[in-house]
């Protein structure tokens, strides 16, 4: 089992930043990869960005790149997601996710473990 906890989130104004962390515990050990996602109000919940666990390749959302930048620290276990220039349209909880299968970091179903989210309210 993998336990994973966010924290960072917060009520920003649009053009603002925030720095999500998740921190992860338990048994990494069989962890491909780190996701975050993001879910708002009435919405599907939808990727974000990942980080592959041990090489450390970055996956990201299109419309995130330039953004939203994500990064790990494997001996603290830790896996962070640097927002800028936050919209109100980023307004959502975000998951921190552990991918311990072979599919595609960018579905969901390839995360078996999933944090209980933070919020992000981005003011217009």
């Known amino acids: 089992q993998v336990q994973l906890v966010e924290s960072g989130g917060g009520l920003v104004q649009a053009g603002g930043s925030l720095r999500l962390s998740c921190a992860a515990s338990?048994?990494?050990?069989?962890?491909?990869?780190m996701g975050w996602f993001r879910q708002a109000p009435e919405k599907e919940r939808e990727f974000v960005a990942a980080?592959?666990?041990?090489?450390?390749?970055?996956y990201y959302q299109d419309s995130m790149k330039g953004r939203f930048t994500i990064s790990r620290d494997n001996a603290k276990k830790m896996v962070y997601l640097q927002m800028n220039s936050l919209e109100p349209e980023d307004t959502a909880v975000y998951y921190c996710?552990?991918?311990?299968?072979?599919?595609?970091?960018?579905?969901?179903?390839?995360?078996?473990?999933w944090g209980e989210g933070t919020l992000v309210t981005v003011s217009s």
């Open positions: 996710a552990a991918d311990d299968s072979s599919d595609s970091v960018y579905r969901v179903t390839a995360y078996s473990y």
């Open positions: 980080i592959s666990w041990i090489g450390g390749a970055t």
């Open positions: 338990g048994r990494t050990s069989g962890i491909n990869a």
